[in-house]
């Protein structure tokens, strides 16, 4: 039937998008909110709920597939959030999978190769030509996430601190961050510990500091450029993880808000010392692709490029 709907849902730690899209592959309704990790949001469940209620009786929608953080993971959270899916839409075919999974999904357009994503959190993920997937990383930013933007932001406050102590040189980024958060520079212990003990989604807000590093580094301060060539090693190491379970001339791609940094992109070609894929679609795109993809349409190159174009219009792209 050409008036059937899919929805495809991208969450994450920092966000979660919601996209309705139709048969030629154009993205009718979208909406966009909070993040909706259960490993670092309390609330994770309600928000998610609360996404899907816009859609939930949308009498022409024929499949569901969700790209949530952490699914796949821990057993008591991928059990909720399947249930979660299939209570909002139980007329529909659903699919639940990582987030990760679906975006190597529209990175590939569902062909083999090796992602590296960089996010809130960070991971590789690889699909080989028997269709067999592998993982390396995502560990949580208590555990691992390295490479990721929490992870640049973290180390960022660290070196902030120790420059001003004396136990690192001066960097940009001291001046950089206090100007962004409004801190009287006078009086750095007290703006910071204020700031760090009134966050309300501190993962987010100390990711978010890795734009920070990058506008920095980009004027070319060593401190903020130091900190992307830690974070591209780190990122490399997961290349070379997962590459022992990949073809060995599998192309690579990426995904991810931390790649909004071209220098860190430039920094792991670099490492990896072959240019990356240009990722077909964004995350969203993945999940539309999978739910597709239960339905058995038809999907070209021309399907996927019109999902791309859409995506873009709605302000989802690929990094």
């Not at 357009?109 to 067999?132: Q, V």
């Not at 920070?212 to 992307?228: E, H, Q, T």
Request: hydrophobic content about 40%; some cysteine; glycine content about 10%.
């Amino acid at each position: 039937m050409n008036d059937e709907l899919i929805l495809g849902i991208d969450g994450g730690g920092s966000k979660v998008l919601v996209a309705l899209a139709d048969r030629s592959g154009r993205i009718v309704r979208s909406s966009r909110g909070r993040g909706v990790n259960p490993m670092d949001n309390p609330n994770w469940l309600e928000e998610l709920e609360q996404h899907l209620v816009p859609f939930s009786n949308e009498a022409k929608l024929m499949a569901v597939a969700a790209g949530l953080p952490a699914y796949g993971e821990v057993a008591r959270l991928s059990a909720l959030q399947r249930d979660a899916i299939q209570r909002a839409f139980p007329n529909a075919l659903c699919q639940v999978l990582n987030d990760v999974d679906a975006a190597h999904l529209g990175a590939f357009g569902g062909n083999p190769g090796i992602l590296i994503l960089s996010g809130t959190g960070s991971m590789a993920w690889a699909r080989n030509e028997s269709g067999r997937s592998a993982r390396t990383g995502g560990w949580g930013d208590l555990i691992g996430d390295e490479g990721s933007s929490h992870w640049i932001g973290r180390r960022a406050l660290s070196l902030i601190s120790q420059s001003l102590d004396g136990r690192a040189p001066s960097t940009a980024l001291s001046t950089a961050l206090f100007e962004h958060l409004r801190i009287d520079p006078a009086d750095p212990m007290n703006g910071l510990g204020d700031w760090v003990s009134s966050l309300s989604n501190p993962r987010a807000e100390i990711a978010a500091i890795s734009l920070l590093v990058d506008r920095v580094a980009c004027n070319g301060d060593g401190g903020a450029i130091g900190l992307l060539e830690q974070a591209a090693d780190e990122l490399a190491k997961h290349h070379r993880a997962i590459s022992r379970h990949s073809d060995a001339i599998a192309d690579w791609t990426y995904a991810g808000g931390t790649f909004s940094s071209r220098l860190l992109l430039e920094l792991l070609e670099r490492r990896v010392e072959k240019p990356p894929a240009p990722p077909k679609l964004p995350p969203i795109g993945g999940a539309l692709l999978a739910a597709a993809q239960l339905l058995d349409w038809p999907l070209d190159e021309d399907w996927i490029g019109q999902i791309a174009a859409t995506c873009q219009s709605i302000g989802a792209h690929a990094t």
